[in-house]
Each structure stands twice: as C-alpha cells, then as structure tokens.
T-cell receptor, first 113, second 112 residues
C-alpha cells in the first residue's frame, strides 16, 4: 500500500510565524500535491510538483510556497501565517503515467491564532 | 480552468435506500472523473472513477454515470449501509497540467 505521511496531525501557530508542513511518500511517486480542505469548499489545490525541484502553482497559491529537494518529500511553507490559513491541509501523491490517481495523507489540521 | 459543482451538499437516507450525488463540470475537454470517499477523521480515498470513453461503470453497490454532452456525472449507491456515511467528493481532471479539481463535497448520512 502507498503510504503518504504528514509529519503533524495537529498544529497550532501564531499569526506571523513561518510554518512548515512536511509530507513524505514511500512509493517512489513522481507527483506530489498539496490541497487545502475547508467545509463547503471541498479540496482546493495549492501547489503541485511533477519532479524534484519542479513546482507549479495550483488554484490558491497566495501566501504559500513549496519545496521539493528530494523525490519522496514535499514541503508546504507558510511564510507568515495568517488566521485565514487555519484549515486542514492534505498532501497527496501519484505515480508517473497515472497522475490523476491520488493517494492522500491523513492531513494536518493547522490553527493560526 | 476546470470548475466542478456538486449537489446536494447534504443527504440523509434510510438504510437500504439508494443515494444519488450529482456533479457538473465546465471543461468539455476533461476526460477523467474520480469519486473520493472521506470518512470522519480519515483521509479521502478513491472509490470509483470513470473515463470519458465510457458512459457507466459499476463496482458492487456503487456506480457512476457520465453524460459528456451535458457535462455532468453522478454517483449512485444502492442498498445503503451505515458504513456508507461519509463525505463524498466528485472531481474532474483539468486538461492543463493534469490537475484534479474537486467539487465541494456531499455529506451522506445513512440512518439505521
């Protein structure tokens, strides 16, 4: 089974802090994604990466950046956390040739106070 | 870009009844439509998908239908059971960069 691991299940940060959300997958998947989940809005794509050191903006990239230095790891960075970034963050991965078949991590519930 | 709408936002059914969730998409070039189920406190998981070259696909009690002309697709669950209670997300593959764009979700409650 594909395992997508997010480093924290719950995280509480203060406004203005720099926040790192880490995601690691163990199936040698080329593709990795960060989504944000909010009630009534579904899952919205923040950033994605189809290769090491490659990144593309999703639909809501403002206020976020990403880093992919190694194939198995994809980090989401909130440069200066704000209260409207309080949300559930989901990482996902998929294999080459089947980009659309996503395997999700368990999520990180981030609260920004 | 692709936009996916989903209805209803909440749905309650009696155990044993059928449940239907409907989605529409905007990009006529989209060719892949997955459905994910998210149980409370758990990760979303793919339960069924359909490609644009077929009109219907079944897997035991669940089925998905696709109408390309009308740009809508639906999830059908028959003989619902309490373990079907979850949030269901439809999605469509955006043809630019192969991104998967999700609908807002439907919270299904199956009442014993």
């Amino acid at each position: 089974d594909v395992k997508v691991t997010q480093s924290s299940r719950y995280l509480v940060k203060r406004t203005g802090e720099k926040v790192f959300l880490e995601c690691v997958q163990d199936m040698d998947h080329e593709n990795m994604f960060w989504y944000r989940q909010d009630p009534g809005l579904g899952l919205r794509l923040i950033y994605f990466s189809y290769d090491v050191k490659m990144k593309e903006k999703g639909d809501i990239p403002e206020g976020y950046s990403v880093s992919r230095e190694k194939k198995e790891r994809f980090s989401l960075i909130l440069e200066s956390a704000s209260t409207n970034q309080t949300s559930m963050y989901l990482c996902a991965s998929s294999q080459q040739g089947l980009r659309e078949k996503l395997f999700f991590g368990s999520g990180t519930q981030l609260s920004v106070l | 870009g692709e936009n996916v709408e989903q209805h209803p936002s909440t749905l309650s059914v009696q155990e044993g009844d059928s449940a239907v969730i409907k989605c529409t998409y905007s990009d006529s070039a989209s060719n892949y439509f997955p459905w994910y189920k998210q149980e409370l406190g758990k990760r979303p998981q793919l339960i069924i998908d359909i490609r644009s070259n077929v009109g219907e696909k079944k897997d035991q009690r669940i089925a998905v239908t696709l109408n390309k002309t009308a740009k809508h697709f639906s999830l059908h669950i028959t003989e619902t059971q309490p373990e079907d209670s979850a949030v269901y997300f439809c999605a469509a593959k955006d043809t630019s960069y192969d991104k998967v764009i999700f609908g807002p979700g439907t919270s299904l409650s199956v009442i014993p």
